[in-house]
């Protein structure tokens, strides 16, 4: 059973850091696709980054490249989000997500490409 769990939210002044730390639990961790996701109040949920795993290629969204990095550590079986220069508009519930998807079906911009989610971590940028 796959189980997802984030940690590393909280309240920050713009231009702020934050880790936010998605640890997986009974996952083929080396094989498939990870990504990260935020909705803020009234929104979507918005793709931020991904990581497909076997193929080795990554996403990230035009409005938070250049400040946030994902990453993977196989050992601790935990996928990343590093955020710097933190905005206000980067507020919101931020979910950890995992899936099977893999070549042309890797959309890490779509939510039902990812089988698993985490319960979310809240992120608040005043």
């Known amino acids: 059973h796959v189980q997802l769990v984030e940690s590393g939210g909280g309240t920050v002044q713009a231009g702020g850091s934050l880790k936010l730390t998605c640890r997986i639990t009974d996952y083929t961790f080396e094989r498939y696709c990870l990504g990260w996701f935020r909705q803020a109040p009234g929104k979507e949920r918005e793709a931020v980054a991904g990581h497909q795993i076997l193929e080795r290629r990554d996403y990230v969204s035009e409005a938070v490249k250049g400040r946030f990095t994902s990453s993977r550590d196989n050992r601790k079986n935990t996928f990343d989000l590093q955020m710097i220069s933190l905005k206000p508009e980067d507020t919101g519930m931020y979910y950890c997500?995992?899936?099977?998807?893999?070549?042309?079906?890797?959309?890490?911009?779509?939510?039902?490409?990812?089988?698993?989610w985490g319960q979310g971590t809240q992120v608040t940028v005043s």
């Open positions: 997500a995992a899936g099977r998807s893999f070549g042309v079906a890797w959309n890490p911009t779509d939510p039902a490409t990812y089988n698993w």
